[in-house]
């Protein structure tokens, strides 16, 4: 891509498509308005999108046409109220914090460029509903997304990273995560026969005191939210603990659930209740590959990132054919909020970087 009036017209495309989605976000698999729009563009376009619920994929034909690049971006919002005061804020109580807006506009870049300016490789277009939890990229997956496709690269803002670096490593670079939630079930008594009831409040204080009996080396357990009692005076009957377990190696996550387990129901049994753990959603570790990482270094020069606690579940597509997703970094004096923050915002002129390093990718060997 050379500098001129044409790239000048792409970066002020890529600008508008980031305030048409940053506007109106929506929550992961609700997202019906703004795949209704991301399909819209591609049409102009001149691609052919598929649905994968609401996710879209593309192909674009290369001139060599023997290995296929696979490309992806996500577009979910968050439940967040926007304080960041941009005339094109969201006001619908939802919002981009996490760039997803700048992820698609990128890729839709790309694609604009892509389409006039025949790459090297085949291309696929990967537009993907619900990475925010929901796990979208299984369906993306299910739905053909990684079918014949040799590679697949993904970037994502980092507020935390210069302006403009690139960041990434040869293995693991998000945490995996098994979501969970702990239910403790006794008996209500007043306070003043508290021997004849069944405390499940304290059963579960208990667990959340011991939870970090459970963990490894590189491994993190957190209770984020207690939901216990009905009066002060009162012996709880139900609690009900919402957890989270992160985790860099697969290997440690069934034998830790197994303790989880395990020290629920001794918890549970001190206090004379019963209790239950359920695991309500699993993503494995994101663990780049190698080759690809190496690849991306020969486009641009790129800053060594230690693994993260939070998950990304482009972890999956990495599952299915060789990859690597990157940091793409926005932080300068104005902006500095970190990732779901409700001030979050960056500088949009990294956009047409972004679309860069895919469209370089796109004519990588």
Known sequence: MKEGTETKALENYIVAVRRALHACPELSSVEYK?????????????????RAHLGLIADIKGS????TVALRADFDGLPITEKTGLPFASHNGCMHACGHDGHTAMLLGAAKYLSENAPKNNV???????????????????????????????????PELEFGKVGTNEGTLFAGVAEFNVTFAGKSVHCALKSEGADALAAAAEFTCKIGD??????????GKFTSGYARN????????????RFFDEK????????????????????????SLTVKSTYPPLVNHKQCVRKLKKITETVEMKARYTAEDFAYYLKEIPGCMAWLGVKDEKHVAPLHSDTFDFDESILLKGTRLFVELANLE
């Not at 703004?34 to 598929?50: A, C, D, F, M």
């Not at 459970?214 to 209770?223: A, D, I, K, Y």
């Open 64 to 67: 060599d046409g023997k290995r």
């Open 214 to 223: 459970c963990g490894r080396e590189n491994t993190l357990l957190h209770v």
């Open 124 to 158: 696929r277009l990967i537009f993907q509903f619900g990475e925010e939890g929901d796990g979208g990229s299984v369906t993306m997956i299910e739905n053909g997304a990684t079918e014949n496709a040799d590679e697949i690269y993904a970037f994502h803002l980092c």
């Open 234 to 245: 009162v012996v709880s009957d139900a609690a009900t603990l919402e957890c989270s377990f």
């Open 252 to 275: 440690d996550r069934d034998p830790i659930i197994a303790e989880l387990t395990a020290l629920a129901n001794a918890c549970a049994a001190k206090y004379g209740c019963t209790a």
């Open 34 to 50: 703004t795949s209704e729009y991301i399909e819209r563009e591609l049409v102009k376009i001149g691609l052919v999108p598929r």
